[in-house]
């Protein structure tokens, strides 16, 4: 196996609980982090953890700054279905991060590509991310990085797939045919620029994309092995996704 460390949880909410205690210790440590966030249900438990420890004055976000991975195209800020909404109703609600200091792609912007160059910029500009906590797709993606004979790099726009789109069709309602056929993600570069990087994958249906991420060869086609480049980065499981990898 890679050189990244593999860290198996007895459970998803022990996984999330015991991260979230180590972001509320680096925000004590570092009260100006850069997290890099993912949307999807595997984080919806550290979310509310983190949520749940600001409440006890545990973990103080005002001088945090966060930048999402992805959002949908065609999609407003403000419409329920966006990860944006999710992302208020899971955290930024629970916590006292600075409006200002929430970054997230806008999908409804009139040029997207200058849209993703505008976050790229952005990222920069706040020092890069500190700690970049991804999920990982059923397909082996990270952000909207779908398997694909070539990746890019930089953030971008992207055509999901049809798992993908299957996958996410809670948020339109169940029915994948409105999911938007594209998204605007950061890129794989984007992703391991970050100063550590964290893959957090819980449950059983994740337990083949574990074994792919992890299986020693780096692919486009598995857009998560390529965090086997990343020199600070872990994975982070419960039991039943690490149920097909070796021990
Ligand atoms: C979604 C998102 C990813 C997320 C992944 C896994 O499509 N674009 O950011 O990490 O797929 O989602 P979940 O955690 O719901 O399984």
């Known amino acids: 196996m890679a050189d990244v460390r593999v860290r198996i949880f007895a459970d998803a909410r022990t996984a999330a609980h015991t991260l979230a205690g180590e972001i509320a210790r680096a925000l004590t440590d570092h009260p100006q982090l850069v997290l890099g966030l993912p949307s999807g249900r595997t984080p919806i438990p550290l979310y509310h953890e983190l949520g749940r420890l600001h409440a006890l004055g545990r973990a103080d976000f005002a001088q945090a700054t966060t930048f999402n991975l992805d959002e949908f195209l065609g999609v407003a800020p403000d419409d329920p279905r966006s990860y944006q909404t999710f992302m208020r109703q899971h955290l930024f609600d629970r916590v006292n991060l600075a409006r200002r200091r929430i970054h997230f792609l806008d999908g409804t912007a009139a ?88 893959v957090l994958a819980t449950g059983a249906s994740k337990a083949s994309a574990v074994k792919r991420m992890l299986g020693e060869r780096v692919t486009t086609q598995v857009p998560a092995s390529f965090v086997l480049l990343h020199a600070n980065a872990e994975v982070w499981l419960d039991r039943a996704a690490a149920g097909k990898i070796k021990p």
Do not use: M, W
């Not at 990746?151 to 993908?164: D, Q, Y």
């Open 111 to 198: 040029d997207p590509a200058a849209e993703c160059d505008r976050y790229e910029r952005a990222i920069a500009r706040a020092g890069g991310i500190d700690l970049q906590i991804v999920g990982l797709g059923v397909n082996g993606h990270i952000g909207f990085n779908e398997p694909a004979p070539a990746l890019l790099a930089n953030t971008h726009r992207v055509r999901l797939t049809g798992l993908t789109r299957r996958a996410n069709a809670a948020l339109f309602g169940g029915q994948a045919s409105t999911v938007p056929k594209d998204a605007l993600s950061a890129g794989i570069a984007t992703i391991l620029r970050a100063r550590r990087l964290v």
